[in-house]
C-alpha cells in the first residue's frame, strides 16, 4: 500500500515539478540559514559561518539532484526528457519527419490491414468452447490412394468410430447446404442450412439464448421437423421476433418450427465435404441460418460401401492429442473394414477444425502478409538509412553528451527514443489507415474466403500494432543508435562532419542497408512475377469451352410441388417444369442455344462417382472418378464444346435415355485402348440400373474449374432430372438485358422456385478465379510499392554519398579528372551492393518459390520470363536511381566546393 | 578498521533512525535532525548534511512523515517534519526488523567466535 503511494507520488514528481523544485530550494536556503547561523554564534565571521555552512551542507546542487532521483522515477523522467528532445529535433527537420511518418503510416498502416484479415480468417479462436480440440474427420480408402485424399463420411462408419472411439470426446454428424425459404409475397431465396445429429451444440458448447437445444427425439424418423436458428438468421429473416419459438414457417419442401434461438456471433463454418470442392454452388458463401435435426434414412442405416455423404466434427478428450485420435481412428477404421467384409480398406483424415476450414486460403494470406511485411521492411531500410544521416550529423551533439559522461545506454536511447518517437506517430496513423484499409481488401477479397465477416481491427489487431511499431523502430533505429555508442568525442570534436561520416564503416553500412533493399524487392518481385504468370497462363490457357455471349441461372426445385416423398412420379414433374423452361427461353430475343446442365459450371467437382463397365469389370481401386452430369443435347453446342468421336444425344434419345457422352480423359481412363462409342456403364442414373451405351466422345474442357480437367460422364436429363439445374442461355443479347427476362420466363413456369445464381458465365469464370485474382492485384500493389520505395532508397543513399564527397570531387575535377570518370565512380559505387542484393534475393526467392510451388498453376521449374523481368525490372530501377546524384557528382564546380570549407 | 573511521549507512538505517528521532523529540527541521544524527552516532556517521534529503522526501511518499512551514524559536522560517501515524507504526514494524536481524547477527558472530 506504502509503496503504491510511493509510486503515484513519484510518477506525479514527474510533472509537478516547478513547485517541488521551489519548495526544495527554499528548504536547502533556510537550511544554511540556520547552519550559519549557529556558525556566527561559534564566534565565526559572516564569510566564514557561510563558508562553514556551505562545507557542512556539502554540494546544493548534488543534494538536489538526489532529492530529484529519490522523489521521480529517473529512468521515466529521462525517457521524458528524450522524448521532448526528440520531438524537438523532429520539429527542426520538417521534411525528414514527414517522410518518416508517412512511409511509416503507410507500411504500418497496409500490415495491420492484411493482419487483421488473417487475425480474423485464421488466428482468431471460434466463438466454440475450447475450440483447439473441434476436428474435422473425413475417411481415407487405400484404393483411392493418389486420386482422392480423403472423402466424405458414411453414416455407418460414423456411427462405429463415435460409439468406440476413446480419444473422442463425441462426434456429430451433419451436412450442410442452402434451401429456398419461401416468403409471403415475393419469391423464395436461398437460406445456408445444417442438418445435423442433435448433439452438434452440445458437442460444440453452444447453449441456445432462446428456447431449447434440439434433442435426440427430434431426429427419428417420422418426428416433426424442428430447427434452431442463428441470432443473425432471427433478427433478419424474423425481425428478431421474441415470440419466435413455437412459430412455424415452409423452407424447402416442408414446413420446420422454431424451437431455439443460438446467441450472437455463433457461426458456422462452411466445412468441405471433401478437400478439393470449393463453395459456389448455391450462389456463394453463406453463415447457415437454419440448423434442423439429421434423421439417417433407411439407406444410410444399411450402406456400408458406398453413400459416403457426411461431414464429421468431433471433439477430442481432454489430454488426447491429435496424433493418438489419429492412431486409433485409423485403427477402428481398419478393424471395421474387415469385420464388415468391406471391399476396400478404410482410414480415417482428421485435421483440426480451424485449420481445415481455412486450408484452401490460409497460404495465399500468410504470403500476403509476408509480402506486405517485405514492404515495410524495405521502408524500414530507407528509414534506417535518413536515420544514420541524422545520427551523423547529431555526432557532435553525441559527442558532448559522452564528453559529459552520458553512459553507452543513455546514448543509444537517447537516439533510439527519435526513432520510437516517429514510429508510435507513425502507428497511430497507420491504425488509422489500417481502418479503411481492411475496408479496401474486404471489399476485394473474394466472398468465398471464410470468415470473412469475423474480420475487424480489434484488441489483437491493435496490440499487433503497436508491437510491429516498437518492432519497426528498432529496427530502423538500432543501428544508428549503436553508432553513436562507439563515437570518440574527441575526434568528432575535431574532425567536421562529413569526414566522420564518410569513413569506412559507415561507407559499408550504407551499401548494406542498399543490398539489403535490392534484397528484399528481389524478393517481392519475383514470387509476384510468379503469381501474375501463373495467374496469367490460368486464364489464357485452352479452356475446351466458351463462356462469352452466354448467362447462367441456376434454379433450386427444392419445393413441395417436387417432394419425393409426397409427389408420384415427381420425375415427370421435374420433367415438365425443365422443358417448359426450356421452351420459354428459346423463344426470348437473340437466343442461339440453351444448355442445361446439373451442376454450375466452375464450381468444382461434384457428384463422383466411380465408372463401373459391366462388360469389363475391373476392382474398385482401379475404376477412374468420373463426374456426372445431366445435360440437354444442346448442352455440348451452347459451351462451344466439339464433339470428336460418335454422335451428340439427339431428341429421338428421349423415349431411350440410356445412353451417354463421355469427355476424350474418361476415354483415355476408362476405356484405355479401346474404341468407346458403343461400350456400357453402369450404375450412373440414381435408383436405376439400366445399362448405358457410351454414344459419343467429346472434347476435355476445364468446365468444373479453370486448374483440372476432369473426367466427365453427359447423361440426358431424360433419364433423371436433377433438383438443382443450371440453364445455360447464349445469345446476341447483353446479359444485362437477358437476365431479367430469363428470370420472368421461369417464375412464369413456377413462381415457387427459387434463383440461387443467375449471371453471365464471364462472371462466374472470373468469379471461379477471384481469390487467385485477389491474390494478384493485392501481390503486384505490394510489388510496386516496393519498387518504389527501392528507387527512393537507392536514390538517397547515393546522393548522400555524393554531398559527402563534395570536396572530394571538387579536387578530382580540379586535377583533371573526366566527367565521364566521376560518373563511373558513383555507378560502381551503386553497382556492388545492388548486385549483392540481387544475388541474395534470388537465392531467398529459391526458397520461397518452393515454399510457394503449390499455390502456382502449372508453374514451370525455372520461369527465365519471371526471374529474367524481375531483374530487369529492378535494375532498370538502380539504374534511374543511380543516374541522377552520378551526374549530380559530375557536376561539381571546384571552385566552389573547395571554397566550402 | 579502527572504530574512528565513518561506516557506511546500511540501506534502511538511516530512515529508522530520522523516524525515532521525530517519535521521540517530536517534529523537527531537517537541520535537527542532520545535528542528531552526528550526536547519536557519536560522529561516526559523518556524511554531509544534504546526504539528509532523499531520506526525507522518501519517508514524506510513503506518507510517515509530513512536513510543514513553520518559524523556530529565533523566528527563522524552516520545513518542520513530524511523524504521522502510519510512521509511528513502520516505525513499530522496522524496529522489529532491526531487532531480529541484530539478534540474528548477534548469534552469528558469537557461534564464530566460539568455534
Known sequence: MNHLRRFVARLFGLFGNRRIEEDLSREIASHLALLEEDFRRQGMTADEARLAARRTYGGVEHAKQLHRNERSILWLERTLQNIRFSIRQLRKSPGFTTVAILTLALGIGAVTSVFSVVNGVLLKPFAFRDPGRLVVLRETQDELRGKASAIPDNYRHYVNLKQNSKTLEDAAVLGQGASSLSSPGDHPHMVGTVASSPNLFRLLGVRPMLGRDLLDSDAVPGAESVVLLSYEGWQSLFQGNPQIIGQSFRMGMTTHTVVGVLPPGIRFPQIALSPNITFQEMGGTRDPVVFGAFVPSERDLKTDDGDFNYKVIARLKPGATLEQARAELNGLQHAYSLSAHLPVHLGIAISPLAQDVTSGISAALWLLLAAVGGVLLIGCVNLAHLQLARTTAAMRETAVRAALGANGLQLVMARLTESLVLAAAGGLAGVALAFAGVRLLLALVPANVPRLNEVQVNWPVLLFAAGLSTFSAILFGILPALRSMRVPPQTVLQANSSRAANTRESRHTRSLLMAAEVACTVVLLIVTSLVLRSFSRLLRQDRGFDSGQTTAAQVNLLTPRYDNDKVKNVQAVKLDFTDRVLAALQTLPGVQSVGITSAMPLTGETWVDQLERPDHPVPEAERPLINVRFVNPDYVSTMHIPLVAGRNLSPDDRANPWVALISEKTARDGFPGEDPVGRKMQGLVPDDNHPITVIGVVADSKINGLKNTADMVYLPYWSWTPWTLTFLVRSSQSSDALMPAMRRAIWNVDPEVAIPTLKPMNEQLSDSVASDRFQVEVLTSFAASALVLALMGIYGVLAYSVSLRHQEFGIRIALGSKKSALMQLVLRQAAFPVLLGTGVGLTLSFVALRWMRSMLYQAPNMDPVAIGGSLLAIFAVAIVAAILPARHAASVDPMQALRIQ | ?115
Open chain 2, 1 to 115: 578498521m579502527s572504530s574512528e573511521e565513518p561506516i557506511q549507512l546500511l540501506q534502511g538505517t538511516l530512515d529508522l533512525i530520522v523516524l525515532r528521532t521525530l517519535a521521540t523529540m517530536g517534529p523537527r527541521h531537517a537541520y535537527q535532525i542532520a545535528t542528531r544524527l552526528q550526536q547519536v552516532s557519536d560522529r561516526l556517521l559523518n556524511v554531509n548534511q544534504g546526504t539528509l534529503y532523499p531520506a526525507l522526501v522518501r519517508l514524506e511518499q510513503y506518507g510517515w512523515i509530513k512536513g510543514t512551514w513553520s518559524l523556530t524559536e529565533n523566528n527563522r522560517e524552516a520545513k518542520f517534519y513530524a511523524i504521522t501515524k502510519a510512521g509511528l507504526r513502520a516505525m513499530g514494524e522496522e524496529t522489529l526488523r532491526w531487532k531480529r536481524m541484530a539478534g540474528l547477527v548477534e548469534r552469528l558472530l558469537v557461534e564464530e567466535s566460539q568455534s
